[in-house]
Nanobody
Framework: QVQLVESGGGLVQPGGSLRLSCAAS??????MGWYRQAPGKERELVAV??????NYADSVKGRFTISRDHAKNTVYLQMNSLKPEDTAVYYC???????????WGQGTQVTVSS
């Protein structure tokens, strides 16, 4: 079965950086990406790697970079110039190939605060 292991969250000061990792196993994956959910808000797309092409939410463009290691089935999210409004639980999301089933990681907390 599909398993996702996330790591890399934590507490960082405004302007700082963090790198999230999500290692996937158990299938072939077409899309791999990251979503986030802040308290009292809906889950939203942060960034997704679809067949090698990255897509970003407008709020993170120029600050976050998604990358993917196909050999390791791992997706990364490098987050720079972090802002307090980036505080949220970040979830890894993957889609299997060819059936298109979605799976979610357990979530990792990112807190940006001074």
């Amino acid at each position: 079965q599909v398993q996702l292991v996330e790591s890399g969250g934590g507490l960082v000061q405004p302007g700082g950086s963090l790198r999230l990792s999500c290692a996937a196993s158990g299938s072939i994956f077409s899309d791999m990406g990251w979503y986030r959910q802040a308290p009292g808000k809906e889950r939203e797309l942060v960034a997704v790697n679809k067949g090698g092409s990255p897509n970003y939410a407008d709020s993170v463009k120029g600050r976050f970079t998604i990358s993917r290691d196909h050999a390791k089935n791992t997706v990364y999210l490098q987050m720079n110039s972090l802002k307090p409004e980036d505080t949220a639980v970040y979830y890894c999301n993957v889609r299997t190939f060819p059936y298109g089933n979605d799976y979610w990681g357990q979530g990792t907390q990112v807190t940006v605060s001074s």
